[in-house]
């Protein structure tokens, strides 16, 4: 008899004292994200929405499909998304396509990771845009890790630019966890989103 794959369902709900996205500010207060999933054995199925702070726009939502698979030690993941903009008005182009693939593996207490993310034709003024991350996560207490990222994207419609982050994370229960991260740009001259940030974050998944 053919075993059939589990049903996992799940949501997310995360609140940040500010938004960020690929490494610049993405709203000027208090971000809210929802995002519901279904894992059906390697394949996940989610959804997410969360206010936004653009002149044409003031949310951001996405339904995605992806796969994870494990490999030689590997944590693999691959995935396409469809995203636009809410309550988009005088906006051009408020809808994407979006593709990333992310690699991990966990050596001890340290876990390195690499992810890419590509779209053809980005939501505004961007058009095809690649962006590039590389870090790493250190279990060093119980319940606590630490992790640095470094980023670089390069896009038509708007400047390429480095970011980095680093910072701490603490389980605080089993479906609640904290987060405080340092956020910075190589480019902070070209305007506010680009410049340095502390931001605080709660993640409640269940």
């Given at each position: ?6 049903f996992?369902?799940?949501i997310?709900i995360?609140?940040f004292?500010?938004g ?12 809210i994200?929802?995002r ?5 054995g ?12 653009l002149p ?12 994870r ?9 691959v ?7 809410t ?10 396509l979006?593709?990333?693939a ?6 001890g ?5 690499l ?23 250190a ?8 992790s640095?990222?470094?980023e ?6 708007g400047?390429d ?18 987060d405080?991260r ?14 340095p ?10």
């Open positions: 008899m053919v075993a059939l794959p589990s996992d369902p799940g997310e995360s609140v004292s500010q960020m996205s690929k490494g610049l500010r993405q709203s000027d207060g208090v971000q994200l929802v519901p999933e279904l894992a059906i390697s394949l996940l199925l989610d959804a997410y929405y969360k206010n936004v702070t044409a726009a003031d949310g951001e939502a996405a339904v995605r499909l992806g796969l698979h494990r490999f030689a030690g590997f944590d693999l993941a995935s396409a998304a469809y995203k636009w903009n309550n988009a008005h005088l906006q051009p182009d408020r809808d994407a979006e593709f990333s992310s690699a991990s593996r966990r050596f207490r340290i876990t390195p990771h992810s890419l993310v590509y779209s053809p034709d980005d939501l505004g003024g961007t058009r095809a845009s690649l962006y590039a991350e590389a870090g790493a996560s279990s060093l207490l119980q319940g606590l890790s630490f640095a990222n470094i670089r994207r390069e896009r038509d419609g400047p630019y480095v970011a980095f982050n680093a910072g701490a994370t603490y389980t605080l229960t089993r479906n609640l966890s904290a405080l340092y956020y910075d740009t190589a480019q902070s001259r070209l305007g506010a989103i680009y410049r940030r502390l931001v605080a974050s709660l993640k409640l998944h269940f």
